[in-house]
């Protein structure tokens, strides 16, 4: 029987996380620490054999992936169905700003995100359809093997809540922290879940407790 394995993982971290300033589409580069987590994930996965590595062509995802990939010499596909979900007016504002500009939108975005619509951007139904539909291009073109996707925090909880069986509405209750690993075996259409949101590989680093954010 075919078996294909997934490994999802969050980018590493950037600056705008430790200060709370919504991300999304705008091309931010990846932390000192965030370096470090991508190479700390880099070691944690040398011995495995990548079948294909996928990225989000968004350079705080794209150098991520590089740098996971770089031991195994090989390329890095980039795939714009794994950006970011889009902001729109919400990106490079802190979430205090936000809060204070849009606090009907903020408190739906925290209590029921999946009915969000973003002001001059992406709707999480629109961004579902997306993102999942590069997910299961990957799943249908591949079959078999270890496939590595790297991707941001809402795409990484889009794609958790899809291979977990669950609907949109599911973001809510997962959390992915910078450059933790998720691992999902795919066997024809049945999806089963390995592990999620693992940092344990990040411990060594010795850096403070990350937030959902």
Not at 32 to 40: E, F, K, M, P, R
Not at 57 to 75: N, Q
Not at 88 to 98: R, Y
Request: some cysteine.
């Amino acid at each position: 029987m075919s078996e294909m394995e997934l490994i999802i993982i969050r980018h590493g971290e950037t600056a705008w996380n430790r200060e709370r300033v919504f991300r999304g589409m705008r091309d931010i580069r990846l932390s000192q620490q965030g370096i470090a987590q991508a190479d700390a994930t880099a070691a944690a996965l040398k011995d495995k054999v990548f079948d294909a590595i996928y990225s989000s062509p968004l350079k705080r995802s794209l150098v991520t992936a590089r740098r996971i990939a770089k031991p195994h010499e090989i390329a890095v596909r980039e795939t714009i169905g794994f950006a970011d979900i889009s902001y729109g007016s919400w990106e490079g504002l802190q979430e205090d700003t936000v809060a204070s500009q849009y606090s009907k939108l903020l408190e739906k975005w925290k209590e029921s995100p999946a009915k969000v619509k973003f002001p001059n951007g992406e709707s999480i139904k629109k961004a579902w359809k997306r993102v999942n539909s590069s997910l299961r291009e990957i799943i249908w073109t591949h079959g078999t093997g270890t496939v590595v996707i790297v991707s941001h925090r809402i795409p990484v909880k889009l794609m958790t809540a899809y291979l977990s069986g669950r609907k949109r509405d599911a973001i809510g209750e997962y959390r992915h922290d910078p450059c933790a690993i998720s691992v999902f075996k795919v066997v024809h259409r049945d999806y089963k879940v390995v592990k999620l949101n693992d940092s344990s590989h990040l411990e060594r680093l010795g850096l403070p407790p990350p937030e959902d954010f």
